[in-house]
């Protein structure tokens, strides 16, 4: 047995890969905002960002590599989820059963929202599926412009924001307390940043198709 199939199997392990992989995601979603709100200084900026991006040497690695953490990320999740539901079949304590429940059952339908979200995006944006319109030889700028001229694709990136900071709140708050962060002195603050962090992620990334519809219109 591997020593990731060790770690993968025990149940500290789970937790702690489901930890770090998490903190991993929060500071991608964190460098990805950073870049997008660029969109608010125009075109120009906007372009050079992605072309400073894909020109990083292995960029197309570290693309894999953001997708197997991801794929770790979510394989745990659902193993995690899964074996707390028989857990939980097997329990005779009501209220563990209720509170353990509330919050694993929100994180298992905002992570499955997210997994949606995360499709149907990187179709539009990294692929350049726009609905409605090809743009042939589209930059990354045109891509954004022409997918929220459409209303129900606004819609639709606002409501899955607002889910996504959720997540990405509560997943923080969770990682942190995997990772050791659970004494009666931290959790308050653990608590604190974590609502802040998910409620700047939400509003951060939800503002992004609004403003871009209001603005550049195509
Ligand atoms: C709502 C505003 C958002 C905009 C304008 C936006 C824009 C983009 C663009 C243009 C790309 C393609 C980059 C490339 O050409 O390589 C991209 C890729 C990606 N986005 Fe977003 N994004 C937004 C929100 C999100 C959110 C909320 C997440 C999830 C936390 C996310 C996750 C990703 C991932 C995983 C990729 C593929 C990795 C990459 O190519 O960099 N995006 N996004």
């Known amino acids: 047995m591997t020593p990731f199939t060790r770690l993968f199997r025990s149940s500290v392990g789970k ?9 991993l995601l929060s500071l991608f979603a964190i460098s990805h905002l950073a870049g997008n709100l660029l969109l608010i200084q125009g075109r120009e900026a906007y372009n050079d960002y992605a072309a400073g991006l894909h020109s990083i040497p292995g960029f197309l690695f570290i693309e894999w590599g953001l997708a197997a953490v991801f794929l770790v990320h ?5 193993r995690v989820s899964m074996e707390n539901t028989s857990a939980r079949k097997r329990s005779y ?23 949606v979200f995360l499709v149907v995006h990187l179709l ?12 042939p030889n589209a930059t990354d700028f045109d891509a954004v412009q022409h997918l929220f001229a459409n209303a129900g694709m606004v819609g639709f990136y606002v ?15 969770s990682s942190l307390q995997s990772l ?4 009666t002195d931290v959790t308050p603050k653990v608590r604190s940043l974590s609502f802040w962090f998910g409620l700047v992620m939400a ?16």
């Open 93 to 115: 304590s009501q209220h563990k059963m209720q509170t353990v429940g509330k919050s694993a059952a929100t994180m298992k339908y905002s992570g499955a929202l997210l997994i």
């Open 159 to 173: 409501l899955m924001c607002i889910v996504i900071g959720f997540h990405l709140g509560h997943g923080l708050q």
């Open 180 to 183: 050791g962060w659970y004494h």
């Open 124 to 135: 539009n944006l990294r692929f350049k599926i726009v609905p409605e319109v090809m743009v």
């Open 74 to 78: 979510i394989a745990i999740a659902i």
């Open 203 to 218: 509003v951060g990334y939800a503002m992004l198709p609004l403003y871009v519809m209001f603005n550049y219109p195509v």
């Open 15 to 23: 937790k702690y890969l489901l930890g770090v992989s998490g903190l």
